[in-house]
């Protein structure tokens, strides 16, 4: 059962049009409409705002600015864990980024909210901001260092070098489901329909901000459209709409805009990165240096980790890794799929493909020849470290060897064609996560637990394991996810959800079996007989995951998963434009749980790679800090007609350091270094090196013939 | 405080016919998921940039969120609540789960009633960016069907087993 | 979006009636573009006059050889017209190099032309906008303008048109067939219905106030190959870097024109009858005023024309 590429179990509802999503449920019956007026500047005050004519429009049962919101807990620094702190919304005249919430309006009907909103008198006070990441200054406070030997003096004593600055844009998850809430306060109890990752770690912060005891606050997302990050922490509609019940007693929804949610929900920091390779003339490392500035907020401090990646990919005797921050007044970061390692890997995948080429190598040599079997900073030895067989077998796979070995060689008509490579690396991370699992004399089986769905295949996988658990067909598993009232995990994020939910479910399975062979024995046929007899009122478990830092494998081995990316791509010789054309990922992530689910999702995560590479970048007016182009038809993710045939191999895999199914995580890992690969095929196919991504025409035309 | 006037529109909504009295500010889709409670067709973004709220109008495609409701009189609307049930799905509905042809769902109607518009708009001889000859009948390939596709991003990206599915559909004889 | 009145009309002199008795009205046909700015507010009318129902949904040949089309015909239909596909394909591979399926399905020939700018300056009402609040400013100029004018450009706008419709329209001469108050019928030649900036940008037409399309008609069919290049980032439904429609026989310009560089389709008639594409460049660009971030489209313009041309040449051998 588990590992075979079984549909999704949610697929038919999903396909009808019958799952539903957030702002879709139907729990709290009709509901009004809120709707957001965000700051028109960058930064500065609200000095008047006049709401008197929003107040008398139709349908309009309350307008709120910093002058009359209830009063909610107070901000909080940033020292604590980003999951708990409060959110208070329209709690000062203090403008801090563009599009800040300054005044919220709930009516009868979303369009008379929206149109209530329009009426809103504002005059600001406008203060200077700081809106452009300037590059390294003099003065920079050094974060996270990982170091090994003396890089300056490697880089001193070559004798083949590499130096090269790289930049990296903002990014945004935007997952195709707005951000909203349905938020129902009945009882004393606040009653939220999310779109959410992770549901119980939401319910602490949300509580300081409402002064609400957690306990009474119930949060429940069923089925969310797309996260990849963006819906991990709590955000303003969860707060506005639960106020706005509170106040009024009645559900109140609230949905934010496309455009809102590229103000109101977080972005991935820009980046400016120095790297620094040196190497023998055969190939092997003697200097990796990489040194990343990355954007945070002024009083927040979403530390992307950028130059992390290239603490444990290759081996180098010397090695300095370290970032640096620059505060801007934008909103705060937040996670976006592969945090770290998907501007890290490109930027660093580039450098090793600029290092193979002054060194007259191909680049997968240079990648096998500073493989290592021991993680370089944490020096433990690396569980199930399968570089070196991702990069075999995608070379064989891929048809590397009929590559263009000089750069602009090779020519399809108007097209410059080029193969590109990367490798790609993802830490193994896991929670401490409880699942129950319960046998119903009926023969159902009921799993529950508060991790979440958001396309991730958790239904499925969860079923799949449970039932090969106790040997009962996936027809009589039912699965329940994502509410606060389910055992607590941590939800989806981080590639961490699962391995958690399934290891914590094959152990309460695991449970009940041994439970059941008490009374039974273990010679029985019929799991559900057994249970009606000995356990007429059903029987339960509750199976448990260790945290990292509790896990003993944890400290005698580092745990990652690994992968390697192919590409080809043409390059339009007269316009620069660049499609992909063909592409492969071949990874070792552990034992896979669903090959159909987990196939999708690395070729999902392996487009991501593509747009970051060619397309996605959040442009930031420097003179007032609102996004430029911050919708769909501007902020460029990929169509239909940029994606030819994908296809991504898992190897067979077992890491059984990571826990005793051998799982890992595979959402952040096929982004990873997959824009290398793309960033690389450009390059061999024009001989054109853009190290300002993402690589546009308008970059690409001065280089070409 | 005055209320907003309301106009009468009736509609004919996967065969049946609905009377409705609405603010004319509200679009098509909010009609379908906050009057009609036909949440199959879904908002993305609003503003015509997504296609995830595609229906078809009279038998074509369109994006509901930028329609008007009361532009709709005596118009036909098919959403994705009338194309299958999960105990009868249509052949290209049964096609996406399939070749796992997405992963959270939501892009997932307007990609599926947007494949089945394609085979068609395909046959029906209308042309594509990626169309060679003008002229001559126009080949159901893998090109045409992506570029025709593009109207509804998926940010799961599961574009590939998209094809995969439309393919398959085509294969069975559709 | 704020309240509006809605009415439904049943024929071309209906609407005009209507508009002129109610200031400040909007017609209505397509919507995919007068929707989605009433949403965010930069469209405010207080009167809809839905127009949907006048007919003027076919495209029928005219006495001189060419064809009139309907204003109402949709932008999917156009480009599927047999005769348009064989005629005028510089006008069929514009339009589908627009938008998606779904938005061609709905948009009209006479909304197509009144399509307003995607400048991301227009677009956010927190940004000064001569064209949006005539007199306050230009956030543009200055800022981000990556995809904005490089050509016809003022003190007051850099905005581009968006429309590839109309860039095929104007190489081919169209003229556009309007009726005004009092049922005053007017031929407005394509050249002269999109308006360069000035110190008006938001005067973007030569439309009165009320005054309908009815119609666009096409001159008789010029022959030679017809070709539409869309240069963009994305492989599909996206706005262009810059665009060219050009119409060519035996490696020779008869019809040029250039989307994507001004705030009206950029018809470069002085290159016409030549056969150097860098010399048509020279001509196109000359008097070009670019930003340092939309520089590169003056070399992406003479890289186009010129592979646009010898592909031209190469189809015709």
Partial sequence: MIGQGISRTDGPIKVTGRAAYSAERQDAGPTLHGYILGAGIGRGRVARIDIAAAEAAPGVRLVWTHENAPEQGPAEGIEGDMMDRTRPELASDRINYYGMPIAFVVAESFEEARAAAGLIAVEYELEPGAFTLSGFGPDLNWRRPSQAGDIDQAMREGPVTLEETYSTPYHFSQPMELHACIADWRDGHLHLYLTAQMVNQLTTGLGKTLRLDPGAISIDSAYVGGGFGSKIVLHCEAVLASLATMALGQPVKLMLTRRQIFTLVGHRPASISRVRLAATPDGRLTALGHDALIQVRTDDAWDEGVSSVGKALYASPNRLTRQAHQALDVQPGEPVRGPGELPGLMVLESAMDELAEKLGMDPIELRLRNDTQIDPDKRLPLSGRRLADCLREGAEQFGWRDRPTRPASRRDGRWLVGYGVASSMRGHYQTSAEVLVRIEPDGFVIVRSDMTDIGTGTYTIVAQVVAEALGVPMSQIKVELAHTKHPKGNGAGGSWGAANTTVAADRAAAELRARIAVVAGTGYNDIFAEVRRHFPDGIEEIGKTLDNKDDPNYRTHAQYTYGASFAEVGVDIDTGEVRLRRMLGVFAAGRILNAKTARSQLIGGMIWGVSAALQEAGVLDPRHGHWVNGDFAEYLIPTHADIPAIDAIMLEDFDDKANHLGVKGIGELGAGGTGGSVANAVYNATGVRVRDFPITLAKLLPGLP | MTATPRLPVTLSVNGETRTLTLDPRVTLLDALREHLLLTGTKKGCDQGQCGACTVLVNGRRINSCLSLAVMHEGDEISTIEGLGTPEALHPMQAAFIEHDGFQCGYCTPGQILSSLSVIEEIRAGVPSHVTGDLEAPIPLSDAEIRERMSGNLCRCAAYPNIMAAIRDYLGEGA | ?317
Avoid at chain 3, 128 to 147: E, M, Y
Avoid at chain 3, 303 to 309: F, G, H, I, S, V
Wanted: charged share 20%; proline share 6%; glycine share 10%.
């Fill in chain 3, 1 to 317: 979006m704020k309240p509006f009145s809605y009415e439904r009309v049943a024929s071309p002199g209906e609407a005009v009636e209507a508009a002129a008795a109610r200031p400040g009205a909007r017609f209505i046909a397509g919507g995919t573009n007068l929707l989605d700015l009433m949403k965010l507010g930069i469209e405010a009318p207080q009167h809809l006059i839905d127009v949907n129902r006048l007919g003027l949904d076919t495209i029928e040949p005219t006495a001189e050889g060419g064809l009139r089309i309907g204003a109402l015909v949709r932008n999917a239909d156009l480009a599927a017209d047999r005769r348009v596909r064989r005629d005028y394909a510089v006008l069929a591979r514009a339009l589908v190099s627009g938008a998606s399926g779904q938005l061609r399905n709905k948009a009209t020939t006479a909304g197509n032309l009144m399509q307003r700018t995607r400048c991301p300056y227009f677009y956010n009402t927190d940004m000064p906008c001569n064209k949006r609040r005539p007199g306050s400013g230009c956030a543009a100029i200055g800022g981000l303008t990556h995809n904005l004018a490089v050509l016809g450009v003022s003190d007051a706008c850099i905005a581009t048109h968006p429309s590839d419709m109309c860039v095929a329209l104007r190489a081919l001469d169209a003229t556009v067939e309007t009726v005004g108050a009092g049922g005053r019928a007017r031929s407005i030649p394509i050249a002269a219905f999109h308006r360069l900036p000035g110190d008006r940008p938001d005067i973007e037409t030569a439309l009165e106030p009320g005054e309908l399309i009815t119609a666009v008609t096409l001159p008789a069919p010029l022959g030679g190959v017809q070709l539409y290049r869309k240069v963009r980032e994305r492989a599909s439904y996206a706005f262009a870097n810059l665009t060219v429609a050009l119409v060519a026989e035996e490696g020779q310009i008869v019809r040029l024109a250039f989307g994507g560089l001004a705030a009206k389709p950029w018809r470069v008639e002085v290159a016409e009858g030549g056969d150097d594409a860098d010399l048509a460049a020279d001509l196109a660009l000359a008097g070009a005023t670019p930003t340092e971030d939309n520089a590169y489209k003056l070399p992406l313009a003479r890289r186009t024309l010129k592979a646009t041309l010898a592909q031209a040449t190469e189809v015709r051998s």
